[in-house]
């Protein structure tokens, strides 16, 4: 069963997000709730490691200043490639 959410976000942020929906051909909806689906779903929790980037996105919490992103994303790509 479907059930209205209302939101309030930045304004550039919706537009963007409406942009790449439509480029996707998915409703900005579908794309929220798969989000929020892969957020709380069990099976997600154990399969990866949620980034201190997207961690700061979804709580609203910052990064720190410090974070390296060059090497993060280096040692990333070593683990994905082994």
Known sequence: MDTKLTLKLNQ????????YASDKKISLSK???FYLKSLTSEKGKDDFE???FIKSISTGKSMSSDLDYKKEYSDYLVEKYK
């Open 12 to 19: 550039e942020v919706i537009e963007n997000a409406k942009k």
């Open 31 to 33: 794309i929220i709730e």
């Open 50 to 52: 949620i980034s201190p």
